[in-house]
């Protein structure tokens, strides 16, 4: 901030600079800090350290554009021409159904710009600096640059710090670069193309403080901030429509004007033929009343609130009702690694002790598991070296195993808790080997010497245990012990070779060793490290991926999709990772870099996010570019992630999925879905919820609109042939608000089908409407035409009443109705598999239906009440039986469509 604003130095390259020349810019001084006067000015100067977010739409403005929507046109317009009719309950009917898709719109959208409150929150803590040479205890938000402030294990780093010192100073930037476990600070200069998650001379701004202690001057603070960076980039990221919203307005629309141009033709044409406009202007709002699809919006919104419920029940709460079926057209899910593809929880999977090569069972903090030789547990008894290894990790440690409530978490370093949970698996305990051998000394961990090192009294003889890098541990060794215990000269070209074979598999490793001092020391000096080591050997660890999640992305590419990791952490940590998780077909990993992202144009970016599958050392808006680069491609893009680096491409993506256990609030505020066991085999069952949803859509529309078209057809027929009216505009509204909704919900609870999870994604572009599926609404739309039609005019050519007729034109229609439900529906289907399969469930819902429209349409035909209200009149047995045989050939035209022109 105080660099933009005085010097000449490029924004956020602080770390380029030395420590002197980094306070002389900030003008602060590195013993006493700022004055107070200097505090006061630049508060003013530059305000307080907040985020704060763009003020958001009110809520009645919020509420208001719910209704913005041309699906919504449709529907209001059917009310207008209701009202106009004066049929005040159909218009109170219709304007209800407007009113609740707009509440549930509202409800599950109100929370969408919370995203910037939650990240402000995120960082809101203490601070400890210095000014005036005094230490004092601050609101973070009181924080200024050029503040020198003190860090501490425990603290959250108030704003983004150059560091100027640094004593066994670790940090957890999980949160923002993806990093696995703390990164190790050192105050000294870097190269100015180091990537953000090397930058190991900052401090980043809602990070904590794992060990160690530190100070560092504030040069940025508020939206200055890495953190306050991905809030601007969440501000300009555009809360993107999922396919379902896009297609259904380029629908409506569509519709509007086919609706609006044909009235206007019949209008033309009755005129012509009449000449009284008022009867034509009836005729006109009739046609007009059967063509619009009154019942679509509020199946739309059944079936997808249906959907959510669904996902639910699966683990996925969805925060946006169009988002569900994004799911099912998801073309790519990029994934973050640590937290949701990998446990992150750093876990031992191999040692090296005794020239012998252990392999450890389980994952995560959860100690249950062996160590193995050859496939067989290990007896300690037997395998002496093997048991000081693990000692050493033990001992040389100062994080301990915490359990609650059944789950394990460490308290301390990850690092060091992956060495005291492989201790347990082998039933060494802290409390019974610290017992046998009490700490007599320590020398911490320190960066510049990349080990720590404990003193014990045994005895025998005092016993130093050190672990550290391999390269300072085997620069001090000068023996080994073998399998038996015996030392013996170290081969260090064979130890290197051994540790490059494991470092390849992306595990981290670390080196043990021991040295035996007289039994009167009782303090460690370094000089005692300096040569005559014993080592004991390596223990690999990594954070290993969640099996579940393996198993799901195979189900994902199996379905078509592609699944990308878009992590923070090290290129060959990631690149392992997919390898097991085999992201890839073959072997090759295709992984690029944050770096070699930064260096391409959006040409070159988009074939990189189209081949690359690994991409790792990203930072927050690379992850963003990429998200646009893959939706610039034709891809619906999911994101899945948990941290505050998420937050923006979460928001960018066609679906954002935000982990609900381990997800910071910014994520999932960000997230329009929420995995709430953060299990990416949850993922799995919303893809599979998510196309099923669109399927019963797609049945919904599809069994709605030739309803709609064969009124449609009934009226435009009757005009031009010069006859009056086969159906009125209120029994319109009758089959349209009352028998097509209880007929068309069931298809909203249809479950899935067998092959869901076989067929490729949609293509995006593909139209609401496709050929097939057109085709088939004007089949079956000119059989409504003609069985109507047929049996209004016998009807009234053998009985001479038109209010006869008519009834009887309206039950013929809602018979060819049923049973065209009957025929696309799973509920015969599920019948005959409960015969043979005891244990099917009965696709209950079409035959709820089915009753309910038969008493419905009794009492429209039989109660004097109804045929008052809607000009009908009883019918008999005989004349509803002839109803039924005019419509019942419908059976037959659906299953030659189904065998030869099916919808999937």
Known sequence: MIATATQNLPEREWYSLPIAEAAQRLKSNLETGLTSTEVDRRQTQFGPNELVGKPGKSAWMRFLLQFNQPLLYILLAAGVVTAFLQEWVDSAVIFGVTLLNAIIGFVQESKAEDAIAALAESVNTEATVIREGQTTRISSNQVVAGDLVLLAAGDKVPADLRLVEASNLTLDESGLTGESVPVEKDPQPLALETALADRTNMAYAGSLVASGQGQGLVVAIASETETGRISQMMEQSIDTETPITRKINKFSQKLLYVILGVAALVFVVGLSRTGSWVDVFTTTVAFAV???????????????????????????????????????????????KTGTLTENQMTVQGIYAGNQRYSVTGTGYDPEGEILLDDRPI??????????????????????????????????????????????????????????????????????????????????????????????????????????????????????????AVAKQGLRILAFAKKIVPVGQQSLDRSDLDRGLVLLGLQGMIDPPRSAAISAIRACQSAGIQVKMITGDHPLTATAIARRMKLSKGDEVRSFTGQELSRMNEQELAQAA????????????????????????????AMTGDGVNDAPA???????????????????????????????????????????????????????????????????????????????????????????????????????????????????????????????????????????????????????????????????????????????????????????????????????????????????????????????????????????????????????????????
């Open 379 to 500: 007896d300690l008894a037997n395998a002496p070296v093997l048991e000081d290894c693990l000692r050493a990790g033990l001992l040389c440690n100062d994080s301990h195993l915490q359990e609650q409530d059944g789950q394990y978490a460490i308290v301390g370093d990850p690092t060091e808790g992956a060495l005291v949970v492989v201790a347990q698996k082998a039933g060494l305990t802290r409390q019974n080997v610290e017992r046998e051998m009490p700490r007599l000394s320590v020398i911490p961990f320190d960066s510049q010497f990349q080990y720590m090192a404990t003193l014990h009294q045994t005895h025998t003889g005092n016993t130093v245990y050190v672990k550290g890098s391999m390269e300072s541990i085997l620069k001090r060794c000068d023996r080994k012990a073998n399998a038996q215990g015996q030392l013996e000269p170290l081969d260090r070209p064979q130890i290197e070779h051994r540790a490059e």
């Open 610 to 637: 189209e081949s690359g599958v690994v991409f790792a050392r990203v930072a927050p808006e690379q992850k963003l570019r990429l998200v646009k680069a893959l939706q610039s491609q034709g891809e619906i893009v």
């Open 290 to 336: 059967a063509a619009i699809p009154e019942g679509l919006p509020a199946i739309v919104t059944i079936t997808l609130a249906i959907g959510v419920s669904r996902l639910a029940r699966r683990n996925a709460i969805m925060r946006k009702l169009a988002a569900v079926e994004t799911l099912g057209s998801t073309t790519v899910i990029c994934s973050d």
């Open 650 to 904: 979460l928001k960018q993506a066609d679906l954002g999925i935000a982990m609900g256990i381990t997800g910071t609030e910014v994520a999932k505020e960000a997230a329009s879905t929420i995995l709430t066991d953060d299990n990416f085999a949850s993922i799995e069952a919303a893809v599979e919820e998510g196309r099923t949803v669109y399927q019963n859509l797609i049945k919904a529309i599809g069994f709605t609109l030739p309803t709609n078209g064969g009124e449609g057809l009934i009226v435009f027929v009757g005009v031009l042939s010069g006859t009056v009216l086969p159906i009125l505009p209120l029994q319109v509204l009758w089959v349209n608000m009352v028998s097509s909704i209880t007929l068309t919900a069931p298809l909203a609870f249809e479950p899935k089908s067998k092959n869901v999870m076989q067929l490729p994604p949609r293509n995006p572009n593909e139209p609401l409407l496709t050929p097939r599926l057109v085709r088939r609404i004007l089949i079956i739309s000119l059989f409504n035409l003609i069985a109507v039609f047929g049996t209004f005019l016998w009807a009234r050519q053998t009985t001479g009443n038109v209010a006869l007729a008519r009834t009887m034109a309206v039950d013929t229609l809602i018979s060819a109705e049923a049973f065209y439900l009957l025929s696309i529906s799973q509920f015969i289907p599920s019948v005959f598999a409960k015969l043979r399969y005891r244990s099917r469930r009965i696709a209950y819902a079409p035959a709820i239906g089915i009753i309910a429209i038969v008493i419905l349409q009794t009492l429209f035909s039989q109660w004097s009440v109804m045929n008052q209200l809607f000009q009908t009149v009883p019918v008999s047995v005989t004349q509803e039986a002839i109803g039924i045989g005019a419509s019942l050939p419908v059976i037959v035209i659906v299953l030659l469509l189904e065998r030869f022109d099916p919808l999937r």
